[in-house]
């Protein structure tokens, strides 16, 4: 995480607290000629516009007046998304007792791929919990993906 995107959670999380939501994660990046700073905001039950719009205001005065960013930039607050990609720590802890999708690098037990509950994630391993009621704990460097899985 950068020093931009970190700044960033600091800000963002009290705000989002105050609107019941949690900031799940910042991106700072630059696409083509112009800079983004993303904040990924979730809730229970999910959140939406109304919410986004609310935690992107509030937010947005805090950045304005703090002034840490040395470069323009275009903000966007909104949804990780239904079936998003678990990557870094906060994410994983935030989702615990989810339904996930895993897919390895190598297969186990003969498959590469499986739903599981996240149990738990800890240096680096995450905690599955199968649906044979199986436990079991895979790093995540053997891991290709694990993403929210959604039942339509």
Same mark, same amino acid.
């Given at each position: ?9 600091? %800000?963002?999380?009290?705000? @989002? ?8 994660? +910042? ?8 800079? #983004?700073?993303? $904040? ?8 939406? /516009? +109304?919410?986004?719009? +609310?935690?992107?205001?509030? /937010? ?11 470069? @323009?930039?275009?903000?966007? %607050? ?21 339904? %996930? ?25 995450? #905690? ?5 009621? +199986? ?10 993906? $694990?993403?929210?899985? %959604?039942?339509?």
């Amino acid at each position: 995480m950068s020093k931009i995107e970190e700044q960033t959670l600091l %800000v963002a999380e009290p705000i @989002a607290q105050k609107f019941d939501c949690y900031v799940v994660d +910042t991106q700072y990046q630059k696409e083509g000629s112009d800079w #983004y700073l993303r $904040i990924f905001i979730d809730k229970k039950g999910g959140v939406g /516009i +109304t919410d986004c719009e +609310t935690v992107s205001r509030a /937010i947005s005065e805090v950045l304005d007046s703090d002034d840490f960013i040395g470069r @323009a930039y275009l903000l966007e %607050v909104s949804s990780p998304g239904l079936e998003r990609e678990l990557k870094k720590e906060r994410e994983f802890l935030y989702y615990l007792g989810r339904e %996930v999708s895993v897919k390895l690098f190598a297969p186990m037990d003969g498959k590469k791929e499986f739903l599981a509950i996240l149990k738990d994630y800890k240096d680096g391993d995450v #905690y599955l919990k199968l649906s044979d009621d +199986t436990e079991i704990v895979l790093s995540q460097k053997k891991v290709a993906s $694990i993403k929210l899985y %959604v039942q339509f």
